[in-house]
């Protein structure tokens, strides 16, 4: 006797959600799984990290686009756009959609993601998601954003970013709150296409979070060197509006609680982000910053619910832990974990078929590295960087720090180690050091004991060809999606010989984009030896 498909539900159908659905494929197509997918947004899956570039004209829609729902279709699936889950019956193992329809599951995964952070603002309306909240105003809560002034929007979505392309080609105002990897993001990408640009922040530096001061002044130099304006020290406190041609009332300036009036035509709030947790919440799934789940990215409070993504908080579930209202760890926020995740869960799902073990743990992830993408202007960053070169830590008696500044020029690098070991530096405006930092952190390699010779990198006379460990066939070239030189040249070597053609055969560079320099210079220097793969090891 055939066994029933295993009916999975998917809520959420963002990046992290469409690679899910693209792994699970195979077993849809033999029939063993039985899926549904809830989208939410009216649209085909696409890549959100790159929201910012297309709300300044800088990529169109098609190339953002990752799912593949008519393939997806013909495999089996059910892919349901435009459809939202209101609730989950977890006793009954069903999904309330808004269309009034309940679908079952055997397992349920959720792939929400996260919302933008709407602060505390006078005459912006904040709404609260705890448990009672959303007992109270559910329908008006869940799957459902803050509903923002005119004027006012966040940068999360398509609708978003068709605000601000319209506020960059009429050359307005724009005024971004918060001064964080995305907001920066905008920013230069809107001031380099036009628009008169003011980024206001509370913090001491752009990117407070990420860089140390002497990184954080060099960055807030080059952006003051782009034309954008940056107003530090400021923490918003209220908005003020005014009434347009239309009479309609409209974002006019941000108030700063030290007096500053910062006049724009439109206000972008770039405050963080945080998980969607309503749907969750109200099913009882045990939730803290994000959904909790164990390492099997299974949720502590049912063996049949799971989550991957923005809205998955992992968490090593223990007695103590158990009993703690809050808990450690958070998540990632990042495209490349997500799409781990989202592989892991649907090999444990064909595991699960085909009588396997189910329970092994998503492989740990690698500090997250931390990249601001903009024409122009390179800042990298990881790992604990707060120790200064003068510091005497007996607590750390073998951490050294090396340190370089040329202001003038916008470029700086700070380094850490510890025996020799790097374990965290921050790189400006200097793009091959960068590079080569960040494969030396990742293979917890030593650094020379003369600091100073990784500055040639960007020097003028600097020949990338000469290099070959930066092109050995095993160093990793895509973080996101875990391709190497190797795997590029493989691909150039079939007749994939642009970035993009690359993206197409690989993934690689089709995740945060950080990574497309690099995949130019594989492909560069595969063209100059036509086509041999790199022999060095």
């Known amino acids: 006797m055939t066994a029933a498909p295993l009916r999975v539900v998917l809520i959420g159908y963002g990046p992290v959600g469409a690679r899910f659905v693209d792994e699970l494929l195979p077993l849809v197509r033999t029939g063993d799984i039985r899926l549904t997918v809830v989208a939410g947004e009216d649209i085909e899956a696409y890549n ?8 300044v004209g800088g990529t169109d829609l098609e190339s953002m686009l990752l799912g593949d729902r008519q393939s997806a279709e013909e495999a089996g699936a059910r892919v349901l756009l435009g459809v939202a889950a209101t609730s989950i019956d977890r006793a009954a193992q069903l999904v309330q959609l808004s269309t009034g329809e309940q679908v079952g599951y055997d397992r349920l995964v959720l792939a929400t993601g996260s919302r ?4 505390t603002l006078d005459g912006v309306e904040r709404n609260r998601r705890d448990l009672d909240s959303l007992q109270k105003y559910g329908a008006k809560l869940v799957a459902r954003d803050d509903e923002l002034p005119d004027g006012v929007t966040t940068l999360r979505d398509l609708a978003d970013a068709e605000r601000v392309l319209e506020a960059v080609r009429a050359r307005r105002r724009i005024v971004v709150l918060g001064a964080g990897v995305l907001g920066l993001e905008l920013a230069l990408a809107a001031a380099h296409a036009g628009a008169e640009v003011c980024v206001v922040h509370h913090g ?9 001061r002497g990184g954080g002044q060099v960055l807030r130099q080059a952006l003051r060197r782009t034309g954008i304006a940056v107003i530090a020290h400021s923490r918003a406190e209220a908005i003020a509006f005014r009434t347009d041609e239309h009479g309609r009332r409209r974002f006019d300036q941000l108030v700063t609680a030290d007096g500053k009036q910062v006049r724009g035509d439109l206000l972008v709030l770039s405050c963080g982000v945080s998980p969607r947790n309503e749907l969750a919440t109200l099913a009882g799934l ?6 909790v789940v164990h390492p099997s990215l299974q949720s502590w409070s049912d063996p049949n619910v799971y989550a991957i993504g923005d809205c998955a908080q992992v968490v090593e579930r223990t007695d103590e832990l158990a009993g703690q209202r809050v808990l450690p760890g958070a998540p990632s926020g ?15 799902f064909a595991d699960e078929i085909a009588g396997r073990s189910t329970d092994a743990a998503a492989p740990a992830e690698r500090e997250p ?40 020029h916008l470029r700086y690098v700070k380094m850490v180690t510890e025996e020799g070991v790097l374990t965290g530096f921050v ?4 793009p091959r050091t960068s590079a080569e930092l960040t494969l030396l952190f990742e293979r917890g390699g030593e650094l020379p004991a003369d600091r100073s010779l990784l500055l040639r990198f960007d020097g003028p006379d600097y020949d990338p060809s000469t290099d070959a460990d930066a092109f050995a066939p095993t160093a990793t070239v895509c973080w996101c999606n875990g391709v ?51 022999l060095t090891a």
Do not use: F
């Open 48 to 55: 959100r990290v790159l929201v910012a570039e297309y709300a």
């Open 369 to 408: 590295i931390v990249m601001l993408k903009a024409e122009h202007i390179d800042v990298v960053a990881v790992g604990d960087i707060a120790a200064d070169p003068w510091d005497d830590d007996a607590g750390h008696p073998r951490r050294r720090v090396s340190q370089w500044a040329d202001p003038e």
């Open 286 to 291: 045990r939730t803290a910053v994000g959904v």
């Open 204 to 212: 001491p530096h752009p990117m407070p979070r990420n860089l140390d």
């Open 427 to 430: 790189s400006v405006g200097m």
């Open 116 to 119: 933008a952070n709407v602060p």
């Open 484 to 534: 190497t030189v190797e795997r590029i040249e493989e691909a150039a070597a079939c007749g994939s010989t642009t970035v993009e053609c690359v993206g197409r055969d690989t993934r690689a560079g089709t995740g945060c984009g950080g990574c497309k320099g690099r995949i130019a210079e594989v492909l560069a220097r595969a063209a100059e030896t036509g086509g041999a793969p790199t």
């Open 334 to 348: 990042l495209i490349g974990p997500g799409w781990r995740q989202a592989s892991h869960l649907a090999a444990a």
